[in-house]
């Protein structure tokens, strides 16, 4: 199974689930990381990290170790 740190820019995935629990676990959950949502990564900073993601109309950004926590189903589009 793929994390959301396997993606590559432009990749578009569905979230599975997010792995973990506490308070990393409930922040990711209040952010929209939840089953079924849709996500497109739009790009990484200049050294990896963090990651900036799209789910929806939201754009958000998230450490490699954070994003390691969210399983993703790769989309091919």
Known sequence: ?????????????????CLGNGP??????????????RLRVVRYAPFGDPIQVAIGSQHLSLRK???????????IS
């Open 24 to 37: 990393v676990f409930q922040r990711l959950c209040e952010m929209g990381f939840v089953g079924g949502a």
């Open 1 to 17: 199974m793929l994390t959301l740190k396997d993606l590559k820019p432009g990749d578009r995935g569905r979230i599975v689930d």
């Open 65 to 75: 170790a954070e994003a390691s926590l969210v399983r993703i189903e790769r989309e």
